[in-house]
T-cell receptor, first 118, second 113 residues
Framework: GAVVSQHPSWVICKSGTSVKIECRSL??????MFWYRQFPKQSLMLMAT?????????EQGVEKDKFLINHASLTLSTLTVTSAHPEDSSFYIC??????????????FGAGSRLTVL | GDSVTQMEGPVTLSEEAFLTINCTYT??????LFWYVQYPGEGLQLLLK?????DKGSNKGFEATYRKETTSFHLEKGSVQVSDSAVYFC????????????FGKGTSLLVTP
């Protein structure tokens, strides 16, 4: 139980284009979703926190106009990297928090999405 | 703010060797502590956790004890296998920070036959 599906797992795009990454909770309602960025051989850095139906809260230094986060339903959050540039190339990971089937709070990670901007 | 410090890698061990990966933390209040594992090409998986002082988390032969007096949560395994080769992340979760996980930098482990 408590599965999070993240799509796509790999994406290559041209500089200047926008890319959307989806994060879905498959068997529980995710009241909160977190988006992280991981550079090679580095830790995960929290980018933003989103609660269903509310605007995302971005961490200091993260451009909210560049990394658009939508959490319109309890099972889906999207991260859109707008006007992507090579420096945006990274591994993006979502995690979802909510009450699982047993009623206990769960926190589960997606498998991540590797973005390469040419 | 909250932070997690874990030992630098990479760590290389022979199969059946004893493993320790050190992790210390700084946090206000009473955080929960976690170890996550990331196998090559895969996403993060929860390995074990502890939610209060003196709790011991354990899974797949790995153990870690929440030591409030030393603010530590060291990961140990008595006999590692080649399949344990992965990157291990220590993390904390605190209500003061909105329940997002705060990760250490990760420690890469390579186990050789």
């Amino acid at each position: 139980g408590a599965v999070v599906s993240q799509h796509p797992s790999w994406v290559i795009c041209k500089s200047g284009t926008s890319v959307k990454i989806e994060c879905r909770s498959l068997d529980f309602q995710a009241t909160t979703m977190f988006w992280y960025r991981q550079f090679p051989k580095q830790s995960l850095m929290l980018m933003a926190t989103s609660n269903e139906g509310s605007k995302a809260t971005y961490e200091q230094g993260v451009e909210k106009d560049k990394f658009l986060i939508n959490h319109a339903s309890l099972t889906l959050s999207t991260l859109t990297v707008t006007s992507a540039h090579p420096e945006d190339s990274s591994f993006y990971i979502c995690s979802a928090s909510g009450d699982g089937l047993s009623g206990a709070n769960v926190l589960t990670f997606g498998a991540g999405s590797r973005l390469t901007v040419l | 703010g909250d932070s997690v410090t874990q030992m630098e890698g990479p760590v290389t061990l022979s199969e059946e060797a004893f493993l320790t990966i050190n992790c210390t933390y700084t946090a206000t209040g009473y955080p929960s502590l976690f170890w996550y594992v990331q196998y090559p090409g895969e996403g993060l998986q929860l390995l074990l956790k502890a939610t209060k002082a003196d709790d011991k988390g354990s899974n797949k032969g790995f153990e870690a004890t929440y030591r409030k007096e030393t603010t530590s949560f060291h990961l140990e395994k008595g006999s590692v296998q080649v399949s344990d080769s992965a990157v291990y992340f220590c993390a904390l979760r605190n209500s003061n920070s909105g329940y997002a996980l705060n990760f250490g930098k990760g420690t890469s482990l390579l186990v050789t036959p």
